[in-house]
Nanobody, 118 residues
Framework: QVQVVESGGGLVQPGGSLRLSCVVSGTIYFRSWDMGWYRQAPGIQRELVAT???????NYEDSVKGRFTISRDTARATVYLQMNSLQPEDTAVYYC???????????WGQGTQVTVSS
């Protein structure tokens, strides 16, 4: 069974930092997948905020450019999201999932809650 498990969220003050992790298991295709970090705030549709290709090219939604960095460790089948200069509007549940590639994709994981508040 293909699964993703997100972790690393928490409560942080504005201007603070967090590093999220996403561990993928149950697949041989991770190294071929383009991966994405998504977030969903209450009452708002889930949005894609960062992607990383199998070749480690990255792309970001405008509101997080310059503050968030996505990376991957293929040997550990893990994707990271380093989040700096966090703002209250970054408060959401963060999820990861493949955005492109072969094989069966996992269902949405449980996500990890990020709350930015003073």
């Amino acid at each position: 069974q293909v699964q993703v498990v997100e972790s690393g969220g928490g409560l942080v003050q504005p201007g603070g930092s967090l590093r999220l992790s996403c561990v993928v298991s149950g697949t041989i295709y991770f190294r071929s997948w383009d991966m994405g970090w998504y977030r969903q705030a209450p009452g708002i549709q889930r949005e894609l905020v960062a992607t990383i290709t199998s070749g480690a090219w990255t792309n970001y939604e405008d509101s997080v450019k310059g503050r968030f960095t996505i990376s991957r460790d293929t040997a550990r089948a893990t994707v990271y999201l380093q989040m700096n200069s966090l703002q209250p509007e970054d408060t959401a549940v963060y999820y990861c999932k493949p955005v492109r590639g072969p094989g069966r994709y996992p269902s949405w994981g449980q996500g990890t809650q990020v709350t930015v508040s003073s």
